[in-house]
Every structure is written in structure tokens, then in C-alpha cells.
């Protein structure tokens, strides 16, 4: 419900929309149709997701609800989860553990003090010592978590079994306790006949269906809606309608605005899409120096021609975010709420909003995706960007082998990705750079290259993120190669596949950890890439924000 997220290299919400992303309430076969259908709605952000930031799906439908009078709830569970876990007095008896814990509040504050992102080292060890505290929290529930990781060592989130079990046995999940007593006093507070979650993280299914669980136990006439990401991936690559019938009265694919209206008997052409509501999460308690403002401009993305994208994959449409100028809601939003730092969470901004916000007056400090398009080759282009607000860009590169990129229809040169990089840096604006290695076009001899890019480059990138492919199990090319289950599951994303070249994952992993990595070069730019929160933190690490903390 119910923007969705990416499940790989990209830090932010992946978006698609159309009138067929919708399933009406008679296709999922619930029974509640009709204007007024709902009393007052719960929208929940169910853990685990990095806590840095408001979820942006749940706020813009609480903008929409309210737009149109519709009272509705918002709760960011994840954040109240995480808190809960993190401020609990423990006595572990391995030191590391034992000091995580003591530290715990200490730390907490360190990540909220713009100071401590000055100090790479101190920011580090304050990310590791809260990593360790939530996963020898969850270890009596058989649980590896983490700031951005919840991973069961016996049941798996691409599996229906283990996600209906999770929702069976709700007490084997170690957030039971809190999630039990606060969806209750929700539920007391207001009187509130329909519950939306907003599933986007394969890190935050479990724990979804254990609060499914409670609350089919509790309430079992309530509705429950499931959306996001996640929910509209499984539909798209299952081609079902509601994998879970009996727990859920409909699942949602694609943003959620036009499915939830019609749930309330509305006709497009008379509600509003309103702008995103943040005016009900708690900013104090999010783990940044200071409030973020996520927001999308459009979902989907423009170009839609990479091979092995997931976009084009599950065949996700791109589309603005609402009928009303996208930027003028975000100009709104940055006068009204004022933040510190906005978070364009486009899969890739068009290169049109692009240059109207060079154009337009600027706002709050801000980053987002762009793909490595013609016009960042003008300089006069990336200087105005940077006087919008710009601090930051993510530009996926992939590859800096040419024969690669073609493969993977890209659309891009290196030779104006070059031209990019030095724009870039001479306006200014940090580059956040994505490299995949192991796709089907690529052969050690071009991750060789990839490599000897990025160390003529190094100046030039202060942050970068270097992952493994996965290809997507819809990939329109899967059919070229032999494929096999990347793991055992009836909900699937991904698949295994034998590579052409014999470039397989194994010596992809091997030549990453004890080559690429080890370079100094590289191993510089990895150590200042914020672990964990990784783009999220990254703008705050920034030569203009350490003015602002006196540094």
C-alpha cells in the first residue's frame, strides 16, 4: 500500500502505477464495497527497515485519506520496534554484546548528533555496536537482525508456508510482546474497521504476517489490506491475485491510492491525491542528525530498456506521483515542514524535473537517482542543480566496460559517464556510484575494467555501492540461460542462472573480497560509504553539513 521498494542496489522506493495496478475489493473477494465502506483506517510500516527516515508510502496515502476527510491512523511499527528493542536494559554475558548493550542509549544519540558524521570512525562503531545489540536480541527467536535485517534461520519470507506459520504462531517473533499490546491500544484508541500494511522489504514480511496473526486472532472482522513493493512483486511473478486468502482481504499491486479509494466507493474525478502527511511521525526518534523528507516525484522509471531490470521485468509503468505538478508538492511540503534534508526517492528523476528544479527556487538540501543522461554533461546544467540544493547524486554506472553496458541496453558511454563524474565534482556534488558485477555480459576481463575505471575515477566518487547480480525470475532474457532456483520458495524474485562465461558468482565473490576491495584506493571510498544506512546517511557526511555541526 502502497509505494514499493527496491530489492537490491538502489536505497529508495521503486513506484508504478496504472488503472490496471489496482484490485478492487470484489476481485479479492471481500464482501465490503461501496461509499463509506471504512470508518477509520490503520496504515502500518511493519519492521525491519532502516530507521532513519518516515516512510514515505503510508504518509502519502494518510495525505490522500485526510484530503478527502477520511480519518485515518498512521504507525511506524518499524521505528517503535527497533526503539523498544534498543532501550531495553541488557545483561549478555559476551563482553561485546555487554558493552553493545551499555552503549545502547549512547549510541542512539550519536546517530542523531550531526557531530558524530564527522567522525567516520565514532559513526561506525555506534551503527556495529547497535547491530549487535538487536541481533543477540533476537537470537532466543532463532532470529538474525540488524538495523536493515530481519533473516529467520528456519523460515523463509519467499515462502507462503513459513509466512502462514509466522502468522499461526505470532509469539515466536521477537517484536510479539510490543506488537501485541500496541495494535491493541490502537485499536481501543480509535474505533478502526480496516488495517493497510505497507510491505516492501523481504526484512519486514514475517514480522508483517506475525501481526497479521495477532490480529486475526484479536479482531478477526477487521479488514486487512497488504501493499508495497514486496506484495507487488510476489503478484506480478506468481500472476495471482491474493496469495493469502483467509489472512488478507486484498493484496494490492502498485500504489495504493486508486485501489483504496475504491474501497470507499470514490470515482477518481472526485477525490484528491492531497500531498504526503508527516505531521504524525515522531522526527525525534529517527536515527539521523536531523528530518528527512522522503518523497517521490514519479514512480516507475523513465527509461524502462535495461535488460535484467526488475521495472521492466514485472512490466511496472512510470508515471508521475499525482495529477497536480510534482514539484510544486514538494516546494509545499519543504515551506511547511522545513527539513533538513529531502529524499527524491524516484527510481530515477527525469532529466525534465531535473532541469525545472535547476530552474525553480531552491529548497532544502537534497538527493535522489539520476541515470547518467546528456544533460548532467553540462556543466552549467550540474552547477544549477547544485544551487537547487543538490548535494548528492546515485548514478548506476554497472559497468565501465562499453561492450557491457550495450549488453544490458544501458544507454549510456563511458565517455559520458567520464564527463559526468568530472561535472559532478567541479559543482560540487557527490557521486554515489552502483557497480553490478557477474551479469550474463560480463567476463572477468571487463570486471577487470570496471575496476580500472572506477581507479581512474576515484577522485571523482566519493561513495559506491558494489553488488552481485540477481536476475529477476520475469526477466524477458532468462529464457537465453539455463536457470535454477536461487532458493526454495513458491514466492520467488530472483533465479539462479549458469553464466555464459563461466563468470559465476562464486569467483565474482572471490575476486571482489580479495582484489577489488583490498585496492587502497577503493577500500578508501568503501570506508567512507556509510555502513548499514548507506545513501540514507551519506549526504550527512558531507563537507556542507559538517559546517553546520561547527566542524
Not at 521498494?5 to 502505477?17: E, Q
Not at 471504512?38 to 519492521?47: C, D, S
Not at 495504493?256 to 477525490?271: D, H, I, N, P, Q
Not at 524502462?304 to 509503468?317: D, H, Q, T
Request: net charge neutral; aromatic share 10%; hydrophobic share 35%.
Amino acid at each position: 500500500m502502497f509505494p514499493y521498494g527496491t530489492r537490491g542496489k538502489n536505497d529508495f522506493d521503486r513506484m508504478g502505477t496504472d488503472p490496471t495496478d489496482t484490485i478492487s475489493p470484489d476481485e479479492a473477494g471481500s464482501q465490503t464495497s461501496g461509499a463509506g465502506a471504512f470508518e477509520h483506517m490503520l496504515l502500518i510500516f511493519p519492521p525491519i527497515s532502516k530507521p532513519c527516515e518516515p516512510p514515505a508510502g503510508i504518509a502519502r496515502l494518510a495525505g490522500m485519506l485526510k484530503a478527502n476527510q477520511l480519518p485515518c491512523t498512521v504507525w511506524d511499527a518499524n521505528l517503535d520496534c527497533i526503539d523498544t528493542v534498543l532501550q531495553q536494559p541488557r545483561a549478555w554475558t559476551e563482553k561485546r554484546y555487554r558493552d553493545a548493550a551499555r552503549q545502547s542509549q549512547k549510541n542512539i544519540q550519536r546517530l542523531k548528533d550531526r557531530a558524530t558524521y564527522s567522525n567516520p570512525d565514532r559513526y561506525i562503531l555506534s551503527v556495529k555496536q547497535l547491530n549487535l545489540n538487536l541481533e543477540k536480541s533476537g537470537e532466543p527467536f532463532q532470529v538474525k537482525m540488524g538495523l536493515a535485517d530481519f533473516e529467520h534461520r528456519r523460515f523463509s519470507p519467499v515462502r507462503k508456508s513459513d509466512l502462514l506459520v509466522a502468522a499461526e504462531h505470532p509469539e515466536t517473533n521477537p517484536f510479539y510482546p510490543y506488537l501485541k499490546e500496541r495494535l491493541l491500544l490502537l485499536l481501543e484508541k480509535e474505533y478502526t474497521d480496516a488495517i493497510g500494511f505497507s510491505l516492501i522489504f523481504l526484512s519486514q514480511a514475517l514480522t508483517t504476517f506475525a501481526m497479521i496473526g495477532i490480529l486475526r486472532k484479536t479482531v478477526p472482522e477487521i479488514k486487512i489490506l497488504l501493499g508495497g513493493g514486496l506484495v507487488t512483486s510476489w503478484l506480478r511473478n506468481t500472476g495471482t491475485e491474493n496469495p493469502f486468502p483467509g489472512w488478507v482481504d486484498a493484496c494490492i499491486a502498485g500504489p495504493g491510492e486508486k485501489a483504496l479509494m475504491t474501497w470507499y466507493g470514490r470515482m477518481e474525478a472526485s477525490w484528491s491525491y492531497g500531498i504526503p502527511d508527516y505531521s504524525d511521525f515522531p522526527d525525534s526518534k529517527y536515527l539521523s542528525p536531523g528530518r528527512i523528507l522522503p518523497y517521490n516525484l514519479t514512480y516507475g522509471c523513465f527509461w524502462r530498456k535495461c535488460s535484467f531490470c526488475p521495472e521492466s521485468a514485472e512490466g511496472n509503468p512510470h508515471c508521475t506521483a499525482s495529477p497536480d505538478p510534482p514539484l510544486k508538492g514538494l516546494q509545499a511540503l519543504n515551506q511547511s515542514t522545513r527539513p533538513d534534508l529531502i529524499h527524491v526517492l524516484d527510481n530515477a528523476i527525469p532529466p525534465a524535473f531535473l532541469a525545472e528544479m535547476g530552474r525553480g527556487e531552491p529548497i532544502a538540501r537534497w538527493y535522489g537517482y539520476v541515470r547518467f543522461s546528456r544533460e548532467l554533461e553540462d556543466a552549467d546544467f550540474c552547477i544549477a542543480l547544485k544551487k537547487s540544493g543538490c548535494v548528492m547524486l546515485q548514478v548506476g554506472l554497472e559497468s565501465g566496460n562499453q561492450k557491457v553496458l550495450d549488453g544490458m541496453n544501458k544507454g549510456i558511454t563511458i565517455q559520458s559517464a567520464t564527463a559526468i563524474l568530472k561535472n559532478l565534482k567541479a559543482a560540487g556534488i557527490a557521486a554515489y556510484v552502483y557497480l553490478l558485477f557477474g551479469t550474463p555480459h560480463e567476463d572477468e576481463t571487463a570486471a577487470r575494467q570496471t575496476m580500472a575505471f572506477v581507479l581512474e575515477h576515484a577522485p571523482a566518487i566519493q561513495f559506491m555501492n558494489a553488488a552481485i547480480f540477481n536476475m529477476p525470475v520475469r526477466s524477458s532474457e532468462s529464457d537465453r540461460f539455463r536457470t535454477q532456483p536461487f532458493y526454495e520458495g513458491d514466492l520467488p524474485l530472483y533465479t539462479d542462472f549458469e553464466h555464459p562465461a563461466g563468470w559465476h558468482r562464486r569467483k565474482v565473490r572471490d575476486f571482489l573480497d580479495r582484489e577489488f576491495k583490498r585496492h587502497p584506493a577503493i577500500a578508501e571510498i568503501l570506508h567512507r560509504t556509510p555502513p548499514v544506512f548507506t545513501s540514507n546517511h551519506a549526504p550527512f557526511f558531507l563537507p556542507a553539513f559538517h559546517r553546520l555541526a561547527g566542524r
